[in-house]
T-cell receptor, first 111, second 114 residues
Framework: SQQGEEDPQALSIQEGENATMNCSYK?????LQWYRQNSGRGLVHLIL?????REKHSGRLRVTLDTSKKSSSLLITASRAADTASYFC???????????FGQGTTLQVKP | DVKVTQSSRYLVKRTGEKVFLECVQD?????MFWYRQDPGLGLRLIYF???????EKGDIPEGYSVSREKKERFSLILESASTNQTSMYLC?????????????FGPGTRLLVL
């Protein structure tokens, strides 16, 4: 399975701190994507990193990818209460044409 | 901006009823997907479609069927609803052929089967 597995399952931090979430997967990928889901809502795409990239930034988000270790991490810097949500990694392969979502990391940012 | 809409936010149905969940996207995307999301299980792919009148089974197609008569609309059908189909259903769309691109999600339909 290419399923992304996020770690930790839950994370609670204070506003202003950084949050780091990790993702591991099992097979070769074309790219890896991160999504956010606010409670009871649909998923929103955050960032896509291709297999030939090692790091990517978008605002307060930093994503790294290590294809040799089959792992990725999402760093949210200077977190805000509005960042409270579930975060999902989704490895993707051109072989299947599908994204496979993990169970997500639930992030709580306390004001 | 891509907009994916789902026909209902909340739905309550009785066991044995036929249930239709509708999804419409406005960006001319080729690909459309139906997922269900359950606590502890994450998102699981039910069916997807790469083109009009085309469908492929995902990981958990049993008890479901789909219809894609027009490019912008992808319907999920529960032929005879059962209590174990109580779940959050998410529709998504993406562009690209054979390439795993960004998926755009609808707001979800929370279905309760009594």
């Amino acid at each position: 399975s290419q399923q992304g597995e996020e770690d930790p399952q839950a994370l609670s931090i204070q506003e202003g701190e950084n949050a780091t979430m990790n993702c591991s997967y099992k097979t070769s990928i074309n790219n890896l994507q991160w999504y956010r889901q606010n409670s009871g809502r649909g998923l929103v795409h955050l960032i896509l990193i291709r297999s030939n990239e090692r790091e990517k930034h978008s605002g307060r988000l930093r994503v790294t990818l290590d294809t040799s270790k089959k792992s990725s991490s999402l760093l949210i810097t200077a977190s805000r209460a509005a960042d409270t949500a579930s975060y999902f990694c989704a490895p993707g392969s051109s072989n299947t044409g599908k994204l496979i979502f993990g169970q997500g990391t639930t992030l709580q940012v306390k004001p | 901006d891509v907009k994916v809409t789902q026909s209902s936010r909340y739905l309550v149905k009785r066991t044995g009823e036929k249930v239709f969940l509708e999804c419409v996207q406005d960006m001319d995307h080729e690909n459309m997907f139906w997922y269900r999301q359950d606590p502890g299980l994450g998102l699981r792919l039910i069916y997807f479609s790469y083109d009009v009148k085309m469908k492929e089974k995902g990981d958990i197609p049993e008890g479901y069927s789909v219809s894609r008569e027009k490019k912008e609309r992808f319907s999920l059908i529960l032929e005879s609803a059962s209590t174990n189909q109580t779940s959050m259903y998410l529709c998504a769309s993406s562009t690209g052929q054979g390439v795993v691109e960004t998926q755009y999600f609808g707001p979800g339909t929370r279905l309760l089967v009594l």
